[in-house]
């Protein structure tokens, strides 16, 4: 420390031999007096002071020569003070001020202000000057950020007598002020970037943030909402009563913890726009945990809450008609078996000839078919029965509250409506039946086995007479697609009784195997037009589509128990003796007689028939072709009797 105040007493003569020139020079003040005892023991504290000051500290008298140089300012240039003081001609200037180089400390000495203007990195606060700069060459050859203030030194008249600065290196904390600029840049341009609207509050609850997805949600921009109360801008109302919720910030402040919105909550927007949203928001802690504000994150919920609600509505209503399936039905019955709903009605209704409809006019319209049945049989009961598909072609109706006598009227009015629809040509039938529970200690799954064995007793005939008179539409529809089908089958029908009368077949066979003509090409029902009526030879595609015709006629006739056997018959009267026919490819006697003669039968109306793609034959020319056939195509016992017999012509 005695070396130092040494230095110190150095530096201070120097100073009062230079101050006692300024003072002869200048005539300065008298009070301004360094040779004094006292005020020489306050300058030499005041230099202690200054020797020992973290910042880098030089000052300059009036004719800018050095008078202070202090420790911190021999360790950053490397310049000991006894080289310094006293130096004039901007011995002081260190090159790390950049435009500012050699002006901080003059323009102490300057009157006019425009010289700040000047120079774009000097700033000034009061009688202080200041500077924020990059320095490329600092002390040690390495850049660094400095700041540097610089004031004037006055007497006591406020005579500026010279000029102090100090500098600090500020390297570091630039480095730290950066990395948190960065980090603060990163938060920002995250929560920009993020798919969900962000609100950031102060303590107060005030917007200090709002990302663009939030501004395009709530309708407010950043520069409106800041400083707004997050209250005012973040309007949210329950979806169900329409009220303003409690609001989710003040719930954060009060809890101190992460909150989620509440269900059916609702964000109106600055223009109105209705959203349904989700998320929450959460506190923003310091490092003691205080909460310093609320983050509030949300997105809407539209698209996702529709996806919901699709899977719930689907979940409890049929694919196929949009009234309600077999699963809430059974959750509803279950609700409903209570004693307020006493009596329970069950309806059960079941649709007569889909699969008739489907083997013959396809799925569509199978599916037409069930969803008009599904709308009337809605259409007839009342806003607070449940009307559900079981699946396939069966339908049931819950009746709360509903006796039997009401059940009896409900029921009569779903037959009216069902007599009035139709499908395509063909008329809609149900076949409804019903049973009732009227005590609590019934079982109400009984009460539904009951209600299904009604229905299944009125099916037992009204199904029976619907599928034939589907039957004799499909005829008709397959005759008005091609009218030479019609006469076909009509030919067909009379060769086929003709074969069966000289085969000694009973009259009722006889009938049949007339019957059996007139349908045995009923499948042709379900085939593209185009093939049917095409002028000219089928291609192996249409040929291979044709084929079906059988295989279909079999399944739309077998669905009529009055037609069961016949369609058998249809099913192989494409059939050959030599068994390369088809469906099945059977053998001989393998195929059912009936069938056989249907064959022959067909094959003679065929070649009699006039196509656009062949000229007819003549009745001698087809027997012998039916004679050629035999034994290969043909059975060749029902030939021989066919053309011996039923022709009246020599075999």
């Given at each position: 420390m005695?070396n130092?105040?040494?230095?110190?007493?150095?530096?201070?003569s120097?100073?009062?031999?230079?101050?006692?020139?300024?003072?002869?020079?200048?005539?300065l003040?008298?009070?301004?007096?360094?040779?004094?005892?006292p005020?020489?023991?306050m300058?030499?504290?005041?230099?202690?002071?200054?020797?020992?000051?973290?910042?880098?500290?030089?000052a300059?008298?009036?004719?800018k020569?050095?008078i202070?140089?202090?420790n911190?300012?021999?360790k950053?240039?490397?310049?000991?003070?006894s080289?310094?003081?006293?130096?004039?001609?901007?011995?002081?200037?260190?090159?790390?001020?950049?435009?500012a180089?050699?002006?901080?400390l003059?323009?102490?000495?300057?009157?006019?202000?425009?010289i700040?203007?000047?120079?774009?990195?000097?700033?000034?606060?009061?009688?202080?000057?200041?500077?924020?700069a990059f320095?490329?060459?600092?002390?040690?050859n390495k850049?660094?950020?400095?700041?540097?203030?610089?004031?004037?030194?006055?007497?006591?008249?406020?005579?500026?007598?010279?000029?102090?600065?100090?500098?600090?290196?500020?390297?570091?904390?630039?480095?730290?002020?950066?990395?948190?600029?960065?980090?603060?840049?990163?938060?920002?341009?995250?929560?920009?970037?993020?798919?969900?609207?962000?609100?950031?509050?102060?303590?107060?609850?005030?917007?200090?943030?709002?990302?663009?997805?939030g501004?395009?949600?709530?309708?407010?921009?950043?520069?409106?909402?800041?400083?707004?109360?997050?209250?005012?801008?973040?309007?949210?109302?329950?979806?169900?009563?329409?009220?303003?919720?409690?609001?989710?910030?003040?719930?954060?402040?009060?809890?101190?913890?992460?909150?989620?919105?509440?269900?059916?909550?609702?964000?109106?927007?600055?223009?109105?726009?209705?959203?349904?949203?989700?998320?929450?928001?959460?506190?923003?802690?310091?490092?003691?945990?205080?909460?310093?504000?609320?983050?509030?994150v949300?997105?809407?919920?539209?698209?996702?809450?529709q996806?919901?609600?699709e899977?719930?509505?689907?979940?409890?209503?049929?694919?196929l008609?949009?009234?309600?399936?077999?699963?809430?039905?059974?959750?509803?019955?279950?609700?409903?078996?209570?004693?307020?709903?006493?009596?329970?009605?069950?309806?059960m209704?079941?649709?007569n000839?889909?699969?008739?409809i489907?083997d013959?006019?396809?799925h569509?319209?199978?599916?037409e078919?069930?969803?008009?049945?599904?709308?009337t049989?809605?259409?007839?009961?009342?806003?607070?029965d449940?009307?559900?598909?079981?699946?396939?072609?069966?339908?049931?109706?819950?009746?709360?509250?509903?006796?039997?006598?009401e059940?009896?009227?409900?029921?009569?009015?779903?037959?009216?409506?069902?007599?009035?629809?139709?499908?395509?040509?063909?008329?809609i039938?149900?076949?409804?039946?019903?049973?009732?529970?009227?005590?609590?200690?019934?079982?109400?799954?009984?009460?539904?086995?009951?209600?299904?064995?009604d229905?299944?007793?009125h099916?037992?005939?009204?199904?029976?007479?619907t599928?034939?008179?589907?039957?004799?539409?499909?005829?008709?529809?397959?005759?008005?697609?091609?009218?030479?089908?019609?006469?076909?089958?009509?030919?067909?029908?009379?060769?086929?009784?003709?074969?069966?009368?000289?085969?000694?077949?009973?009259q009722?066979?006889?009938?049949?195997?007339?019957?059996?003509?007139?349908m045995?090409?009923?499948?042709?029902?379900?085939?593209?037009?185009?093939?049917?009526?095409?002028?000219?030879?089928?291609?192996?595609?249409e040929?291979?589509?044709?084929?079906?015709?059988?295989?279909?006629?079999?399944?739309i006739?077998?669905?009529?128990?009055e037609?069961?056997?016949i369609?058998?018959?249809?099913l192989?009267?494409?059939?050959?003796?030599?068994?390369?026919?088809?469906?099945?490819?059977?053998?001989?006697?393998?195929?059912?007689?009936?069938?056989?003669?249907?064959?022959?039968?067909?094959?003679?109306?065929?070649?009699?028939?006039?196509?656009?793609?062949?000229?007819?034959?003549?009745e001698?020319?087809?027997?012998?072709e039916?004679?050629?056939?035999?034994?290969?195509?043909?059975?060749?016992d029902?030939?021989?009797?066919?053309?011996?017999?039923?022709?009246?012509?020599?075999?």
């Amino acid at each position: 420390m005695k070396n130092k105040c040494n230095k110190n007493s150095d530096n201070l003569s120097q100073t009062v031999e230079m101050e006692k020139s300024l003072k002869e020079n200048e005539k300065l003040p008298s009070e301004v007096v360094f040779n004094e005892e006292p005020l020489m023991s306050m300058q030499i504290e005041l230099m202690d002071f200054i020797e020992f000051l973290p910042d880098a500290t030089l000052a300059i008298n009036k004719e800018k020569r050095v008078i202070i140089w202090n420790n911190a300012i021999e360790k950053m240039t490397g310049i000991p003070a006894s080289e310094m003081i006293g130096k004039g001609d901007n011995a002081y200037t260190i090159p790390f001020y950049g435009e500012a180089q050699n002006k901080l400390l003059e323009v102490i000495f300057e009157e006019n202000n425009e010289i700040l203007d000047q120079y774009s990195k000097l700033s000034r606060d009061g009688d202080a000057f200041m500077v924020e700069a990059f320095c490329p060459a600092l002390y040690n050859n390495k850049g660094a950020w400095i700041f540097a203030k610089a004031s004037a030194l006055r007497d006591k008249a406020g005579h500026i007598i010279g000029a102090i600065e100090s500098i600090r290196d500020i390297t570091e904390q630039k480095k730290v002020e950066t990395a948190l600029s960065n980090e603060k840049n990163l938060y920002k341009i995250t929560l920009e970037s993020v798919g969900d609207g962000v609100i950031s509050t102060d303590i107060n609850g005030k917007i200090i943030f709002l990302n663009k997805v939030g501004e395009d949600l709530i309708g407010w921009t950043q520069e409106e909402a800041t400083g707004k109360d997050v209250e005012e801008v973040f309007n949210i109302v329950d979806e169900l009563t329409r009220e303003k919720t409690d609001s989710i910030v003040k719930k954060v402040f009060e809890s101190g913890k992460t909150v989620e919105f509440e269900n059916h909550s609702l964000l109106i927007s600055k223009d109105g726009t209705q959203r349904p949203i989700e998320d929450g928001a959460a506190p923003i802690l310091d490092e003691s945990n205080e909460i310093l504000g609320v983050v509030v994150v949300f997105r809407d919920f539209s698209e996702k809450k529709q996806k919901e609600e699709e899977i719930l509505y689907l979940s409890y209503h049929d694919y196929l008609t949009g009234i309600y399936n077999r699963r809430f039905y059974e959750d509803e019955l279950i609700r409903l078996d209570t004693i307020e709903n006493l009596p329970v009605t069950l309806i059960m209704g079941d649709v007569n000839g889909l699969k008739l409809i489907n083997d013959s006019f396809g799925h569509l319209m199978g599916d037409e078919l069930i969803q008009k049945v599904a709308k009337t049989i809605a259409k007839g009961c009342r806003d607070e029965d449940i009307v559900a598909r079981l699946g396939g072609d069966e339908f049931v109706v819950i009746l709360p509250r509903t006796d039997v006598f009401e059940a009896v009227e409900i029921t009569e009015r779903l037959k009216a409506l069902t007599s009035k629809e139709k499908i395509g040509v063909f008329d809609i039938s149900i076949s409804f039946g019903f049973e009732t529970k009227e005590n609590e200690e019934e079982d109400i799954q009984e009460i539904f086995t009951r209600a299904e064995d009604d229905m299944y007793r009125h099916k037992q005939y009204e199904s029976a007479s619907t599928r034939s008179k589907t039957i004799d539409l499909i005829l008709n529809t397959l005759y008005e697609k091609s009218p030479q089908e019609k006469l076909h089958a009509i030919k067909v029908s009379e060769l086929c009784a003709a074969i069966a009368e000289k085969m000694h077949f009973t009259q009722e066979e006889v009938k049949q195997m007339g019957v059996a003509g007139l349908m045995h090409d009923i499948g042709k029902m379900v085939i593209d037009e185009k093939i049917i009526n095409k002028p000219s030879k089928l291609n192996p595609e249409e040929w291979k589509e044709m084929q079906r015709h059988s295989e279909i006629g079999f399944r739309i006739l077998s669905s009529v128990s009055e037609y069961s056997e016949i369609a058998t018959y249809v099913l192989e009267h494409h059939e050959r003796w030599n068994g390369e026919g088809f469906p099945k490819g059977l053998i001989g006697e393998e195929i059912l007689l009936p069938a056989r003669m249907i064959s022959i039968a067909e094959v003679y109306a065929e070649l009699t028939t006039d196509r656009t793609y062949r000229q007819v034959l003549s009745e001698e020319d087809a027997i012998a072709e039916i004679k050629r056939c035999s034994g290969t195509q043909f059975d060749p016992d029902i030939a021989r009797i066919f053309v011996e017999k039923v022709m009246g012509k020599k075999w």
